[in-house]
């Protein structure tokens, strides 16, 4: 049985906490795209991880977490992530890399910020850490896989072709020093034997796992406005952030998707750039203060601390993103920031041109959009740690009734607080 844990929106919907909790009864756990360039926040018994590269089940020892064939893999950065943890008194995770895997390298970091300073003023936003350059070399298969590192005529071979492409590019477009191949190779065989031990066949894993009728579940990152096919293009990430996704990064059947949890917050956060659309956006005193109440620390990004854009819940992306993603129940996080309002506004439409419409539009259009609010009654009180969902405020209820609503699934979750256990299922 496969459950997908994905995002509605803009990412930072709360994803981590649902996965860790959801975690707790499943086998498998698995990231199948992006990388270490959003971070999911985890609160639990041994203290609070932001985790940008390891899967959400890593704290219990039961769960087998595996980095899928999709995911951009920065060695480096797992291996300061898993010391990390184990520093903090985190028995060593069961993890699976696929050998599959391709390497997020050092030369697309830095042709990152090359690109980024390039632009100028007119860069997307990105967090520099090289998914975009990764991405490119993919499926332009001047990628390296895993399996690469423990063939070495083949790895110099294919690093060799890379850095040819790579050092016109950084020479002649961006004015830089070469990379230099021997320099690479001794970097990339030192890292080499840090991974060695998690390194393995996920794919036969998984379809064993599969055999065996156990739990798995698919981690995404990031949400369904930031992928690249059907979220607000060019503002989005460079890897798949649907659920539909899983079936190639995570080697999974698409017949074998059975449930697609939908996560959403109760109002709507967004990194990236100031030019991307975000319709439902508060801005000004009222945005300050749902960005120092949001989350459980502030809106701030899990992995680049950035201030996170806020906005009313946005019925109209957040529909989109649950049908996008195949949604088959929702998860809504955060229902406790909205405590101290008299009155929350809700967005229930987009005027474009003159017209109100609840389709969620493309971008040019959507650059033109103006959001239609309407506003629900406020609940005024702490509902934070509330476990059964029958004693909540009426308000609350109404609330969550009203989203459901709108968005197309059912509202079966609702979190009320950041800790592992701070949720109410809703029957
Ligand atoms: P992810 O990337 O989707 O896992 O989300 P992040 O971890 O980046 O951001 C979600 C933020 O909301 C984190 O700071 C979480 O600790 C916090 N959070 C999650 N659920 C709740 C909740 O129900 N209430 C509150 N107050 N904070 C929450």
Redesign the pocket.
Known sequence: MVKAIV?ANW?????????DLLAESSDVVIRFQGGAN??????NDYG?F?LHILP?GTFYPHVTNVIGNGVALDVKKLVAELKSITDQGVPQPNLIVSERCQLLLPYHVLQDSYEEERLAGKAFGSTKSGIAPFYSDKYAKIGVQVCDLFDEPRLRERLEHALGIKNVLFEHLYHKPPLELDALMEELLALREDLRPFVGDAVGFVHDALAQNKTILLEG???SMKDPDLGIVPMTTSSHTLAGYGCVGAAIPPTAIQDVIC?T??YS?CVGSQTEPFVSEVTGEAGDELRR???????F???TGRPRRVGWFDCVATKYGCRIQGATQVAV?????LGYLDEIPVCVGYEIDGQVTDVFPTTPALLRAKPVFETLPGWKCDI?GETDYRKLPQAVKDYVDFIESRVGAPVTI?????KRH??AMRG
Do not use: Y
């Open positions: 995002g990412g930072d919907e709360g994803k981590g906490k649902i996965t959003a971070g999911h926040t985890i609160i609070r932001a959400s990152q990031l949400g996560v917050k109760a956060s109440r949001g989350g459980d620390r502030g809106e990004g899990a992995t996080t955060c229902l406790d920031v934070r609702v979190s009320t607080g950041p701070e949720i």
